[in-house]
């Protein structure tokens, strides 16, 4: 079954912590980058962060500093440690691979942040 499923959104003050989790299915995971992407209202999506096989990173640069990517290559997991939160950080994030073709998206988990 190809599937992504996101975990761990919710509300939280500016300046708290989230951390999101990923499970996704092997066929996706397995010899891919992976990543994660975010979609505020009335924006196109955007990657957020992805890492490779080997653990090589990258962050946009908003994000840089504050929040930190990380895989499970046992599991099949894909995190996404997010500290600093700010307003501009509210969006609906997903996980997918970080290669030219995507997978089918999941439906995402909704990070909030409020003042």
């Known amino acids: 079954q190809v599937q992504l499923v996101e975990s761990g959104g919710g509300l939280v003050q500016a300046g708290g912590s989230l951390r999101l989790s990923c499970s996704a299915s092997t066929i996706i995971f397995s010899g891919n980058a992976m990543g994660w992407y975010r979609q505020a209202p009335g924006l196109q999506r955007e990657l957020v962060a992805s890492?490779?096989?080997?653990?090589?990173?990258y962050y946009l640069g908003s994000v840089r500093g504050r929040f930190t990517i990380s895989r499970d290559n046992a599991k099949n997991m894909v995190y996404l440690q997010m500290n600093s939160l700010n307003f501009e950080d509210t969006a609906v994030y997903y996980c997918?691979?970080?290669?030219?073709?995507?997978?089918?998206w999941g439906r995402g988990t909704q990070v909030t942040v409020f003042s």
């Open positions: 890492i490779t096989i080997g653990g090589d990173t």
């Open positions: 997918n691979t970080a290669e030219n073709y995507l997978a089918d």
